[in-house]
């Protein structure tokens, strides 16, 4: 693997007396002044489990998250009346009664408790240089192929420069802090936190230089409270170092390195377990040294990073000299700097590696609203899991990208939610298999979540989050894991449906749910005309994830070489019929609800009736046309109505017009994205402010569907390439199902050449563009190909 260290960075005079650093505007966020604030500037690095995010001001703030700080211990939320409940609030949605059932369900069925744990965070470091005044040649930067970030500037003569790593390897944060003059650095450091701090201390003793803080989550120690340690140790040989309370002083440096760790009761229950893994992965990275953890921790994240690669052209250079936040603001109004686009697909990868990873513990933790980075004793929106999109969202560019293993911690919370889940379907609908509702905290707690009419009651989140086991399979044809977790988990959400749903109309239907967070206008002939309402039965949703687990389910036993006689198998069969096909309306649209409701938004955010276009198939143009077409009046509909008013919502929006193989509405769709929603540090955001990680992990998905799509049985090339607005261009390294690694050039607005290697072997179907002829290796394509394992195929035209 190639390195690309900072010796690639190109460094260029400009006009003005300033010396300014020019970073490749493909793959580097640079800066040249300190975040002012942390969502719209910090800059963001993560091993997968530690999140740490740089502002880079004189007096540095270095805010710390460990992905288990949440705001306390496991809670049981059941409603003691659900079961009861639950036949009359069905009488009572059937017979039209449609307001009186939304308030008895609220009231009966809601548990007492409504709210989940919260993210929290473990606290800042303060770093004090001591640089009051000007800071000269002022340079910022993050490198999305390497997950590294740093800060370098001049103050009185003296280079100082900062380096952070987030290491894989040695489970550490990491910095090194450095001044061009000898002894001339000199740092105050300690942690702060907002409130539930146990204990914080400075120590220095012998060649030991430390600061460690424990804190709480606040409840009194017998209920369990989260507990956390974090410590970080410095070395800096010939400096002077001092404690005082809380705070290290460090004088006479040269060169300062700083290794960090946090745990907590979450997987280390004793405060001498967690000690004791403090000071296994702070002593080793000590003994290490910095030099060799940046090597290992750089070589790691490249591994994966530069697995898959895009090139959409070049930018202007007057935009491409300029720094992200003001290249942000520029794309508001003008969208020719193309290669921001780039930077902002490699910002999603980078934010996925370091948010999501398989660090071996028993329970690792998925990229949550937040992926990893938050600020405050409570995250935004509770920095939950929220499956009725978010969570869902985080995941889509893992297979496609080539970064299917940032999946495995989903699935580790998926495990810690099915007993739960189980427990809950028990209680609350009497039935066996596994329910989740639309949140998962830390504890997998699977009840419903806060108590709105439009999102708490919906019994589906198990149905869509196993999707992602099933796709962990396409993606990789492991049927180890198809057999061992995945299918297991599919028969269990499958039971649970078999039960839940009753007979109505020929159909088994799901009820009381609702479609994810839309709302309708009860209509003349219910009750109360008029009103608004959110609860009813047969979600066109429901049916949507219902049939995708049953067809999973059944396309499993197949590959697994299932008997038609087991009876999972059976009763999946019996029941796949018995789901209603989705209806489609007076205005040739997809029916989001049983009946034609009046939306209460036209264009409502979530595109809930439209999850079999995207992330589901079963609206592929390739698969059902008049579906496909129906989708796309319900898509039109919903943008004409203002929907895409969330960053996640117009991401969304990417990916579902690049699965009708409309490009250039696709494009449209990323434009509008740039023209309000990313801030400075190009997160994604809710609507300008309120960073939602979300939307980042859609907006790479999504330019990745023009490109390369897979979920219909075929792989297709450039099925939605906006030929217009990226007439020249190439990606290297996707992957689509069935294991095949796929390159794809293009010119002048379409298809040029691609590779596809067979990674497995197996049947290869192609599809290039709408339809265009190609060759493979030469030969006319006539239909599909029967390829050897690790082969390679040329296409062209
Ligand atoms: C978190 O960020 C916000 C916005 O920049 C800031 O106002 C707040 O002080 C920060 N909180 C902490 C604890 O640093
Ligand atoms: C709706 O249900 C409420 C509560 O059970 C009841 O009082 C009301 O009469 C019902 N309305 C209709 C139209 O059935
Ligand atoms: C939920 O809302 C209903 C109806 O507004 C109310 O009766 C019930 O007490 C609420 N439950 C909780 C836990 O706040
Ligand atoms: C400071 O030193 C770093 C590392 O050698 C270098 O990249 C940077 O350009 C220097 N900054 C200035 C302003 O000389
Ligand atoms: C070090 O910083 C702390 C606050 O972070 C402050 O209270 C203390 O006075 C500082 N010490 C020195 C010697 O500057
Ligand atoms: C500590 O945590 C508890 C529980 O989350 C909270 O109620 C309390 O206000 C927090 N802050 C302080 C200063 O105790
Ligand atoms: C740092 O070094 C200088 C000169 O070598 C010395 O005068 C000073 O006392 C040292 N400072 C500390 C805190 O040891
Ligand atoms: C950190 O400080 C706490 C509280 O003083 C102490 O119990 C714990 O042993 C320390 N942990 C480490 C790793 O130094
Ligand atoms: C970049 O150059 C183009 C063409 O000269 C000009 O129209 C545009 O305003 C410039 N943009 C910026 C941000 O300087
Ligand atoms: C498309 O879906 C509709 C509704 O489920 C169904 O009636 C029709 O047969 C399907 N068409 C094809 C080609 O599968
Ligand atoms: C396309 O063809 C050129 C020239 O033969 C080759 O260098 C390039 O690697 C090919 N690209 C892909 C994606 O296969
Ligand atoms: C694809 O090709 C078909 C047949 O040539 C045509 O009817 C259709 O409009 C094309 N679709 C797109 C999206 O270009």
Not at 686 to 697: A, E, R
Request: negative net charge; proline residues 4%; aromatic residues 10%.
């Amino acid at each position: 693997m190639k390195l690309h260290g900072l010796s690639e960075l190109v460094l260029t005079l400009t006009l003005t007396s300033q010396c300014q650093a020019v970073l490749d505007g493909s793959r580097f966020l640079w800066y040249t002044s300190p975040a002012q604030e942390w969502e719209q500037g910090a800059l963001p690095i993560g091993n997968g489990r530690l999140g740490g995010t740089i502002y880079g001001g004189a007096d540095e703030v270095f805010t710390l998250n460990e992905n288990t700080i949440w705001s306390g211990p496991l809670q049981d939320r059941v409603s003691a009346n659900a079961l009861e409940a639950l036949p009359i609030a069905r009488e009572m949605l059937l017979a039209g009664n449609i307001s009186a059932a939304g308030d008895y369900i609220q009231r009966e069925m809601s548990p007492p408790e409504k709210s989940e744990r919260a993210f929290s965070y473990f606290g800042n470091m303060d770093l004090a240089f001591g640089h009051s005044g000007q800071l000269e040649n002022y340079l910022r930067w993050l490198d999305t192929r390497q997950g590294n970030a740093g800060v370098s500037y001049m103050y009185g003569g003296v280079n100082y420069t900062r380096e952070y790593i987030a290491s894989f390897p040695a489970g550490v944060l990491a910095a090194r802090f450095t001044a061009s003059k000898q002894h001339a650095l000199t740092l105050n450091v300690s942690f702060s936190r907002l409130e539930n701090i146990s204990a914080n201390l400075a120590a220095s003793t012998g060649s030991v230089h430390s600061i460690n803080m424990t804190g709480t989550s606040g409840q009194p120690a017998s209920q369990n409270p989260i507990l956390f340690t974090g410590k970080a140790v410095f070395v800096a040989p010939g400096a002077t170092f001092q404690a005082f309370g809380s705070s290290l002083l460090i004088a006479n440096a040269t060169v300062i390195d700083m290794f960090f760790d946090a745990e907590t009761n979450y997987r280390y229950s004793t405060q001498a377990d967690r000690d004791a893994e403090i000071s296994r992965k702070l002593g080793n990275a000590v003994s290490q040294g910095y030099d060799r953890v940046k090597k290992e921790a750089l070589d790691d994240a490249c591994a994966l990073l530069e697995r898959a690669s895009l090139d959409l052209g070049q930018s202007p250079a007057n935009l491409t000299s300029l720094p992200t936040n003001e290249r942000v603001l520029n794309s508001r109004t003008d969208f020719s700097d193309i290669e921001l686009t780039t930077l902002t697909w490699n910002y999603g990868r980078h934010l996925l590696v370091a948010s999501s990873r398989n660090t071996g513990e028993t329970i690792d933790m998925p990229a949550n609203l937040q992926g990893t980075w938050n600020n405050k004793t409570t995250a935004a929106w509770g920095g939950k899991f929220t499956i009725n999109i978010n969570t869902e969202m985080n995941y889509w560019p893992a297979g496609q990208t080539n970064l299917i293993e940032t999946q495995e911690p989903l699935f580790d919370l998926m495990k810690v939610a099915k007993p739960r889940g189980e427990s809950m379907a028990q209680r609350m609908y009497g039935c066996s298999g596994t329910v989740f509702h639309h949140n998962l905290d830390l504890w997998g707690d699977p009840g419903p979540t806060d108590n709105y009419t439009s999102s708490t009651m919906w019994p589906m989140g198990a149905a869509w989050l196993v999707q992602h086991m099933l796709d962990h399979y396409r993606f990789t044809g492991d049927k180890t894991f198809l057999a061992n977790t995945a299918y297991p988990y599919l028969v269990d959400v499958a039971k649970f449906y078999e039960c839940y749903t009753f007979n109505w109309e020929g159909y088994r239907i799901a009820g009381p749910s609702l479609s994810p967070e839309n709302a309708f206008v009860v209509p003349a002939n219910f009750s109360i005309a008029g009103k608004t309402g959110a609860m009813d039965v047969d979600i066109s949703m429901d049916n949507q994830l219902m049939t995708d687990v049953f067809t999973g389910l059944i396309e499993a036993a197949a590959v697994l070489g299932i008997s038609d006689t087991d009876p999972d198998l059976q009763a999946a069969k019996a029941f796949l019929p018995l789901i209603r096909p989705p209806q489609i309306g007076s205005l040739g649209q997809i029916l989001e609800w049983r009946y034609e409701y009046q939306e209460k938004a036209k264009g409502h955010r979530h595109l809930s009736p439209l999850y079999s276009l995207h992330p589901g198939t079963k609206f592929s143009p390739l698969i059902n046309a008049t579906l496909s077409k129906a989708a796309g009046v319900l898509l039109d509909r919903r943008l004409a109505g203002g929907s895409g008013s969330t960053g996640w919502s117009r991401t969304w929006f990417i990916n579902q017009y690049a699965r009708l193989y409309r490009g250039a509405d696709a494009w449209e769709m990323v434009r509008a994205w740039f023209k309000t929603y990313p801030t400075g540090n190009l997160w994604n955001t809710d609507s300008g402010s309120n960073f939602q990680i979300d939307g980042n992990f859609g907006f790479t998905s999504g330019i990745t569907e023009m490109l390369l799509q897979s979920h219909a049985g075929v792989v297709h090339l450039l099925p939605a390439l906006p030929g217009q607005a990226i007439p020249n261009g190439s990606v290297r390294g996707l992957k689509a199902r069935g294991n095949f690694e796929v390159d794809i050039e293009w010119a002048d607005g379409g298809f040029k050449n691609a590779t596809v290697v067979a990674v497995i072997g197996g049947e290869l179907k192609l599809r290039v563009e709408n339809g265009t002829s190609f060759s493979v290796n030469g030969e006319p394509y006539s239909g599909a190909l029967a390829t050897r394992k690790g082969a390679k195929y040329t296409i062209a035209t």
